[in-house]
């Protein structure tokens, strides 16, 4: 388990191990943008905890306190098939590259 004395030093804890141009695993980094999210989370105490929030840069252990900062960073699998329904996902994010693209 990382730590970190505050949110500033975790941050940089995720850029100087994850910042990495080219690897030999994909990854990605996701922005939170202050959008609700839904997440378990599993405490080193062994507590179980579910959040439906906004905000969720970090999250407090009800049990013992213990107060995370939720890094960005996720892990990309890749998939050994792909199913129309991604197919559609892709499209939708497409097009939005293509609406603010038209406003520049
Ligand atoms: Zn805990």
Redesign the pocket.
Do not use: L, W
């Given at each position: 388990m990382r730590t970190a004395k505050n949110s500033d030093e975790a941050m940089l804890l995720t850029q100087e191990s994850n910042l990495k141009p080219y690897g030999p695993e994909p990854y990605a980094y996701i922005q939170w943008k202050g959008t609700d999210v839904c997440m378990d989370a599993f405490?080193?105490?062994?507590?179980h905890m579910h959040f439906d929030c906004d905000h969720a840069y970090h999250i407090q252990?009800d049990?013992?306190?213990?107060m995370y900062y939720c890094n960005p960073y996720i892990e990309l699998i890749k998939l050994e098939s792909i199913e129309d329904e991604y197919r559609a996902t892709l499209k939708r994010d497409e097009e939005e590259d293509d609406d603010s693209s038209a406003k520049k």
């Open positions: 405490c080193v105490c062994g507590n252990c049990e013992c306190e213990a």
